[in-house]
């Protein structure tokens, strides 16, 4: 199990079924401190799992490689470039694609206020070139909209989402030409305004 928390990094966007969604519906990841290290949390009552062997290490390398790329996704929709995050073709590019459409159309960016906490709680290499990772993440971070001056003075953003989101999904990678790219994920369980990670 692998735990991270991030401070004022990003918001979760809307992918699944291929919207933009609203506040009720799940969300990605799209934030996340590509520095940060993951580390194993403390086990009290019970040893803590095994370490994994490399296949397991190569995939969550390459998953943290990923939400790192949705980062910059997320801070300039218009530099994104989905082919370097997801399979093309598949349904989260299209989503992708759209997404970050919208968020150009519409002027939206990640803020750097809230915090991005998520967890792997398994790595499961299903062929060679296919694998499955189950997460848990919250997110309370701000999309916001920044508003131009006319005087040169600074004007605060308006705020677009500031809600609080937490979902347990399974993400799908697949290696292509060497690289392993997101190509599906499924959200088993998730809400607005619990955290579903704690415990």
Excluded at 88 to 108: I, Q
Excluded at 116 to 130: A, G, K, Q, S
Aim: a negative charge; hydrophobic letters at 40%; one cysteine or more.
């Amino acid at each position: 199990m692998k735990e991270r928390t991030i401070a004022g990094l990003g918001v979760l966007a809307l992918v699944i079924a291929g919207g933009c969604g609203g506040r009720d519906e799940p969300k990605l990841l799209e934030a996340v401190d590509p520095g940060a290290v993951l580390q194993r949390p403390v086990f009290t009552s019970e040893p803590p799992p095994a370490d994994p062997g490399p296949i397991e290490t190569s995939i969550e390398t390459a998953f943290a490689q990923i939400v790192s790329r949705r980062v910059e996704c997320g801070r300039s929709p218009r530099t994104c470039d989905p082919d370097r995050l997801a399979v093309p073709g598949s349904d989260v590019h299209r989503s992708l694609v759209e997404l970050m459409a919208d968020r150009v159309a519409n002027g939206v960016i990640a803020s750097t206020d809230g915090s991005l906490r998520y967890r792997i709680d398994n790595v499961t290499p299903t062929t060679i070139d296919t694998a499955l990772v189950r997460v848990c993440f919250t997110d309370d971070t701000v999309l916001v909209q920044p508003v131009p001056s006319a005087d040169g003075e600074p004007i605060a953003p308006i705020v677009v989402d500031d809600s609080t989101f937490s979902a347990v999904a399974d993400w799908e990678l697949r290696r292509i030409d060497g690289e392993w790219l997101w190509s599906a994920e499924h959200s088993l369980n998730w809400s607005v305004g619990e955290d579903l990670c704690v415990g």
